[in-house]
């Protein structure tokens, strides 16, 4: 009722006012929160403009006017150095070089539950009530857009790219283990003058020994890496920083502190700049797995050279916003050296690359643009192709966003397959890869939809693993990215993809599709004992009936 009466109101001859609180953080991270602020936005003069929480509140100064965005804090010094620039505004007086507002009362915004409103000439024009229209979590910034409030988690510090699309975009695409670590040094060994380089996780000395080529010859490289990864910093990757700072190859990570957080739970991204006129962007991490040496078993994974001055500056402005914020430190790893790293198993490749010009690329960054992904799920009217190391839904009794846009298509008489990786780590728990499969295929089966869900046979196709995060809709868009599907990684982590819009792309991909899934295996039901799972147990129990052997004729 509250939200019908004023936009009545809004509506009334005379009475529309084009100023509204589009913005504000009431729980930063700072103690006492000084730094807490919001943002008005309209254009006109600010005269009978009056914001309060109840409490206290504030007016501005005769002639003040606004065009555009307006950001009025507690605290102007807290708010720069939380921010990096000034406000316009302060409401308490820390600053000679911060215009004040004419403040009344105490206003300071709670938490938890509290409230903003706005008048213009004593009518009250716009009411913003927490927890009743946000809901408030430290480091959250609530905006608005179009009409509605916080359309993704945004925390202090997160970048907010808009989506955009670049059209006839010439490149190649490739697949590990196959053909990725040839892209890879061909791809580096023609940067002629820069290259920008952000992984989640790099210890390939093969790879890193690539990048100290480069540096050799006239080239500056830059790494960005993920500073606190699942399981800490490897030894091996420990190995590689420390060669590249060796070689003169600034290294760093993303991390923070308790009062300045990193703006990412993780950084996740897998791509690289060279020279602003080329990306690389992958699923793989920079590790011998992720790009194995040719003929050289790894995990399945995907990714593409994308030969495109607009769409290298799309990502060089990712870059540079990623490293250049306060988060963005030095890696300090000291001297460190393991012995040389053994080499993986043979493997026969199957997949080269494929040119490809003319098509259409869609940049998708987590968290700023991570809904194209369902939009583009949503889209399909003939089949649905999902490859994914696993898939965990957001709580119980409701699936993942992308996995449910997946099922609606379903429902829809869109194909849908789904293929998921079977390694041990994502098979052995009660409600992970073959759990999720069997929920699908039972689904399907209860509801008669074109919906099948695989484990991925890994033995028959001499992978290490399914790690890629990609989607194929109608043999004509394929997603090719490091987005995992869980609840962290599209609204809080650090991702990097491309949604990439040719046929001849897209059945390149569907083709190693069919390879993985032709090989695959249909999971029982749960009345049938997981084999796997059994052979695992079976040797843990040998190995301590070994052990214990062993002690007896020890002690014996």
């Known amino acids: 009722m509250r939200r019908a009466i004023l936009f009545l109101i809004l509506l009334l001859p005379g009475l529309s006012c084009a100023i509204q609180i589009t913005e504000f953080c009431p729980d930063p991270y700072l103690p006492e929160d000084p730094d807490e602020y919001l ?16 409490e206290g509140g504030f007016r501005f100064p005769g002639g003040s006017e606004i065009t555009g965005r307006t950001i009025i804090s507690r ?18 007086d820390t600053s000679p070089e911060i215009p004040d507002v004419i403040r009344a009362g105490s206003l300071q915004l709670s938490n938890t539950r509290d409230q903003l409103r706005l008048y213009q000439d004593n009518l009250l024009i716009q009411e913003i009530v927490w927890p009743d229209d946000i809901v408030a979590r430290q480091g959250q910034i609530h905006y608005l857009e179009d009409g509605v409030w916080d359309r993704r988690p945004l925390l202090i510090g997160q970048s907010r790219f808009v989506q955009g699309v670049f059209a006839d975009v010439t490149g190649s695409a490739f697949v590990s283990p196959d053909s990725s670590f040839d892209t890879y040094r061909e791809y580096v060994q023609s940067a002629d003058r820069v290259l920008l380089v952000n992984v989640y996780e790099f210890s390939s000395m093969s790879m890193a020994n690539e990048l100290i080529d480069a540096e050799k010859r006239g080239v500056s490289v830059t790494v960005l890496l993920e500073g606190g990864p699942v399981g800490g910093v490897s030894d091996e990757e420990k190995t590689v920083i420390s060669y590249l700072q060796a070689a003169g190859i600034p290294v760093y990570f993303i991390s923070g502190s308790s009062t300045s957080p990193a703006p990412y739970r993780f950084d996740h991204a897998k791509y690289m700049v060279a020279d ?33 001055p607009r769409v290298a500056d799309y990502f060089t402005e990712v870059f540079q916003y990623d490293c250049g914020g306060d988060w963005a430190t030095p890696a300090t790893v000291g001297a460190y050296k393991i012995g040389e790293q053994l080499p993986g198993k043979r493997y026969q490749s199957e997949f ?12 998708v960054l987590a968290p700023d643009t991570s809904y194209l992904i369902e939009e ?19 709580s119980k009794g409701s699936l993942n966003p992308y996995l449910q846009a997946a099922v609606d298509a379903s429902r829809r008489g869109v194909r849908v397959r789904v293929l998921l990786d079977s390694s041990y780590f994502n098979v052995e728990e009660d409600c992970d890869n073959d759990e999720m499969v069997r929920v699908l295929n039972q689904l399907a089966k209860d509801e008669q939809l074109p919906l099948e869900a695989r484990c991925a046979n890994l033995r028959e196709n001499n992978l290490e693993k399914i790690h890629t ?17 869980n609840t962290n990684s599209p609204q809080f982590n650090r991702e990097a993809g491309v949604i990439i819009l ?55």
């Not at 605290?75 to 308490?92: I, L, M, V």
């Not at 009936?545 to 002690?551: G, I, M, P, Q």
């Open 39 to 54: 943002v008005i936005e309209g254009n006109g003069r600010l005269d009978g403009i009056i914001i309060s929480d109840g």
């Open 75 to 92: 605290n102007g010094k807290a708010y720069s150095r939380t921010h990096g620039h000034p406000p316009d505004f302060e409401w308490y």
């Open 276 to 308: 602003g006129e080329r990306i690389l962007l992958t699923s793989e991490n920079f590790k011998p797995t992720g790009f194995p040496e040719r003929g050289t078993r790894g995990n399945r994974g995907w990714g593409v050279v994308i030969e495109d």
């Open 352 to 363: 080269g690359t494929l040119p490809f010009t003319g098509a259409s690329v869609v940049p």
């Open 376 to 394: 583009m799920i949503s889209g399909a009217e003939e089949s649905v192709d999902i490859e994914q190391a696993y898939i965990t839904n957001q």
């Open 469 to 485: 995060k990609g989607v194929i809709v109608d043999r004509k868009s394929v997603l090719v990215s490091s987005i995992n599907w």
């Open 502 to 556: 040719h046929p001849d792309v897209a059945g390149y991909f569907s083709s190693v599709f069919e390879d993985d899934w032709n090989s695959s295996d249909v999971i029982p039901d749960s009345e049938t004992p997981d084999l796997t799972k059994i052979g695992i147990a079976t040797a843990i129990v040998l190995v301590l009936l070994f052990y214990h052997l062993s002690r007896r004729r020890r002690y014996y």
